[in-house]
């Protein structure tokens, strides 16, 4: 037969309950805690109950059987959250704001075996979320292995107008040092421009710079893994605005320890 020809699926998933925005910096623009009662303007609020369900479809295509495959994906999801308030300054009082999000996406990957020891994966995506413009990424990574040793690089960047802007960077070295062990040593680096929304008086996070070297071990034996690591992290955060220097303790520069350890059983 044709080595070379293609196949594809299709596959459709719906989760209730569960988190549309991707991810926990999403949740942080738009989630506040909500207060019993605002003094000024006599709202009263609900207590907070935030969930939501999401759905997803999408399709994959074996471009290369073997060695190369494209996946093509949307998804809804609708999310309710304790809304933020911000300052009316026409009307000299304070106003909540969404408390039900929605959000539309997509996105399009590519993975690819370059040869025997090299390979990578390609995605792009684009969402769009309630009140919010269209944010767009891309994240690009590579694997290449070498005896007992393995090496991975992954970096990402994402754009949302009108000011936001994120990219980051890891790289992590493996090596299977025993049939059972092995070890691994790697470096992350992230920044980003700030969260987008503003108000007169906010605990939106200012631009931050972070940096983290780490390293573990890995015990495998098949059903069952144990691993333990150690890390270094590292953030510094831009000079506080006059409008949320209230929140200067949060957004302190910081230097932690990280200690990780996970254990898993297939059966």
Known sequence: GDETAASGCAFFSWRPNGAGLATPHEYREHGRLRGEKSPRSGSVQQAPEPKGHSISAGSSWNYQPGAGTAKLS??????????GWSFDSAAGIPRPGEDTLETFGASLSADQAINSWLKTRLIVDARKTSDREVRLGVVNSWAATTGPVAFRITGGYSDESPTFDASYIAAIVEWNFLPKWSANIGVRAYRDSG???????NALA???????IFGGLLWDSGDIAVSAGIGFLESDY???????????????DRDWLTLRFAASYKF
């Open 195 to 201: 969260e987008i929304q503003s108000s007169g008086f």
């Open 74 to 83: 949307i998804f809804y999801a609708s999310d309710e959250i304790a809304p």
């Open 238 to 252: 831009d000079a506080l605005s006059e409008d949320n220097e209230f929140f200067g303790n949060l957004y302190k």
């Open 206 to 212: 200012p631009p931050v710079e972070s940096s983290e």
